[in-house]
């Protein structure tokens, strides 16, 4: 018939449900989750206070910037996007799952995965309301980008410092290779360079240096002690993401090379006996 029907029981059960899948979503994420709705008979959006959070906003400056929140999609991301948010309001998804990039406050792009559902339709199965999620997943693709650049092999851990916070974070596998986990150890910049050979300091702090003055990747190895007190060589790969000509986030990879370096060792061992016995 077309006519807007209400919500009925079984309505206001998947809304319920809808929202509880929200706020598990959120706890497993560590709360990282922004929340939206999307009312489309009067096309209003509502973002709450979490999900400004991840764009850098305030409310107050939220509201005061008065930009369309679509304005600040990446420009390759819109169509996309907006086809994905057509596609679920006219009945053709049941959900949505879709990445973007998203210009935050300071002008720094970040990578969303928005998710969501519409539990409201109307008689023709289009959609009344939308109900959704957003997760910064950043990081993670930094982390994807790079190691299908490098074409990462095993024994390779990811790492990240955010340049304005000074905060450094590891994936699993890099506190694998110093022999710890996350709820024994917090890196820190101090803490997890005290990690690495004093005599590699000066080529660390170089290294890191130029990314950071001039956006030049590096590729060194160094030599290292896991928490467990174990001598390892480590492989040093770093990326420079930059703002405005200002780099704003280091990011990259640790391979451990010990078996390698172990074996170069031994090999020139080997050349050396060599040369005692034909001398």
Same mark, same amino acid.
């Given at each position: 018939? #077309?006519?807007?029907? #209400? ?13 509880? %899948?929200? +706020? ?9 989750? #922004? ?8 096309? &209003? ?15 107050? @400056?939220?509201? $005061?910037? =008065? *930009? ?7 420009? %390759?991301?819109?169509? +996309?996007?907006?086809? &994905?948010?057509?596609?679920?309001? @006219? ?16 002008? !720094? ?10 539990? @409201? ?35 390779? #851990? ?13 994936? *699993? ?23 690495? !050979? ?6 660390? &702090? ?8 001039? =956006? ?27 703002? !405005? ?7 990259? *990879? /640790?391979? !451990?090379?010990?078996?390698? /370096? ?6 020139? @061992? $080997?050349?050396?006996? &060599? ?5």
């Amino acid at each position: 018939s #077309g006519v807007m029907m #209400g919500i009925n029981e079984r309505g206001r059960a998947e809304i319920e449900l809808c929202e509880s %899948e929200n +706020r598990l979503e959120a706890a497993l994420w560590g709360g990282g989750v #922004g929340f939206w709705s999307w009312d489309r008979r009067t096309n &209003q959006l509502t973002l709450t206070d979490n999900w400004l959070e991840l764009a850098g906003f305030t409310r107050a @400056e939220w509201n $005061a910037v =008065g *930009a369309p929140w679509r304005s600040r999609v990446h420009p %390759e991301d819109r169509a +996309r996007l907006q086809q &994905q948010l057509d596609r679920l309001g @006219e009945g053709e998804t049941e959900a949505l799952e879709v990445d973007y990039r998203f210009q935050t406050k300071c002008g !720094d792009w970040i990578w969303l995965l928005g998710r969501a559902r519409a539990p @409201e339709r109307d008689a023709e199965g289009r959609a009344l309301r939308v109900f959704g999620t957003s997760i910064d997943i950043t990081a993670q693709k930094k982390m994807r980008e790079f190691l299908e650049e490098t074409q990462a092999a095993a024994s390779v #851990g990811g790492w990240e410092v955010n340049l304005r916070t000074q905060a450094l974070t590891w994936t *699993a596998e890099t506190y694998a290779l110093f022999e710890t986990t996350a709820d024994e150890y917090s890196p820190s910049m101090a803490a997890a360079f005290d990690l690495y !050979d004093p005599s590699f300091h000066a080529a660390m &702090q170089a290294a890191m240096g130029g990314a950071i003055e001039r =956006g030049e990747p590096f590729d060194i190895e160094v030599r290292a002690r896991t928490l467990k007190g174990r001598s390892v060589w480590l492989r040093l790969v770093g990326k420079a993401e930059r703002t !405005d000509g200002q780099t704003v986030r280091l990011y990259g *990879a /640790k391979q !451990d090379i010990t078996p390698l /370096k172990a074996a170069e060792q031994a090999r020139s @061992e $080997a050349i050396a006996v &060599q040369h005692a016995l034909t001398d």
